[in-house]
């Protein structure tokens, strides 16, 4: 029954006809399933996850290598903005991956957080499974489909910048306005301090973020306030 229903949503959803279905139940089984189903014959997706998120980089680089004539530095965030664990969580998601992963009782009760690393790592697997059983050309128009074709929407919305980067943009295009960053407070020892940041446009509050750096704590702050301006 497993392999018939992982063969339609594969044909159906993927717009893939696998030659060995269990590559595909293979990528969708979580380590954690196993411990629940030891007699299960397909094995977790941690090899299947390694393979394709070498291949998903790769065919990434390769569309923004050879599709913009842009400094490293500027591919680089790019293609982190593509491949970033949110971006091909969201892309399975929209699949509707969820259906379809094998978890134990634990892992399916799990934080939002963990669910979206575990959809995170199955996409990896699909890619994985899918240059094992069809190849390169198979895995990249998949990869296409469902990855390179939100960068439009990525280049547009500046979802590629790092939270301080996009901030200052959006500050000093809507208010003229630079950014400016507060210590409010630095807690702990010195090999371990816990640092308070808030950030501040026209000397109003707009995010406040705690890291182990200041650096750290700057981009969660600013990665707040970005919220004020989606909201605007």
Do not use: C
């Not at 060995?20 to 139940?25: M, V």
């Not at 982190?80 to 009760?109: M, N």
């Amino acid at each position: 029954m497993d392999a018939v229903k992982y063969q339609e949503f594969a044909e159906k959803t993927l717009k893939v006809k696998f030659n060995n279905i269990d590559h595909l139940i293979s990528a969708f089984t979580h380590r954690s399933y196993l411990n629940e189903h030891r007699n299960a014959k397909h094995d977790h997706n941690e090899r299947l996850e390694f393979l394709g998120d070498a291949v998903l980089e790769l065919v990434v680089t390769e569309f923004l290598y050879t599709s913009f004539d842009e400094p490293e530095g500027i591919l680089t965030n790019w293609r982190s903005s593509l491949v970033r664990t949110e971006s091909i969580a969201q892309a399975a998601h929209k699949l509707g991956f969820e259906d379809y992963l094998r978890l134990s009782k634990g892992e399916a009760k799990g934080t939002e957080r963990a669910r979206t690393q575990i959809l995170a790592n199955s996409f990896e697997s699909v890619i994985g499974a899918i240059y094992l059983d069809q190849g390169y050309t198979e895995a990249k128009k998949f990869i296409t489909n469902n990855i390179i074709s939100t960068f439009e929407d990525i280049l547009k919305s500046g979802a590629w910048m790092d939270p301080k980067s996009r901030l200052q943009e959006l500050a000093q295009s809507n208010e003229t306005q630079t950014p400016q960053y507060r210590i409010h407070s630095e807690e702990g020892p010195d090999h371990n301090k816990t640092f308070t940041v808030g950030v501040y446009v026209n000397n109003q509050m707009r995010g406040q973020g705690v890291g182990a750096s200041k650096q750290e704590a700057q981009q969660k702050a600013a990665k707040e306030a970005l919220k004020f301006y989606d909201k605007a």
